[in-house]
Nanobody, 118 residues
């Protein structure tokens, strides 16, 4: 059973930073991992993904501000978010897939709320 647990969300002022983490419950070798987000009244969208070998994929809206990374030894995925904007407010979901894809979506975490507001 694959379980993904996100942490690190919260309230931050515009221009601030947060780092999200996603811990996998078991030592699976996921070929692809990623982060999606869903804002109120909007469709869920891919934020960033990373595949084996280190290739990454980012939404245009976060390029240059967000960085995705993974620590295979700790089975943990990270999303470093800098220069946060109010429009980044959303529930952020961790995802993974055993296949190689820049849009991993086979398994989902329960989500963590990120609110950017002054």
């Amino acid at each position: 059973q694959v379980q993904l647990v996100e942490s690190g969300g919260g309230l931050v002022q515009p221009g601030g930073s947060l780092r999200l983490a996603c811990a996998a419950s078991r030592s699976f070798s996921f070929n692809s991992m990623g982060w999606y987000r869903q804002a109120p009244g909007k469709e869920r969208e891919l934020v960033a993904a990373i595949i084996s070998g280190g290739r990454t994929n980012y939404a245009d809206s976060v390029k240059g501000r967000f960085t995705i990374s993974r620590d295979n030894a700790k089975n943990t995925l990270y999303l470093q978010m800098n220069s946060l904007k109010p429009e980044d407010t959303a529930v952020y979901y961790c995802t993974c897939s055993f296949s190689i894809t820049l849009k991993p979506a086979d398994y989902w975490g329960q989500g963590t709320q990120v609110t950017v507001s002054s």
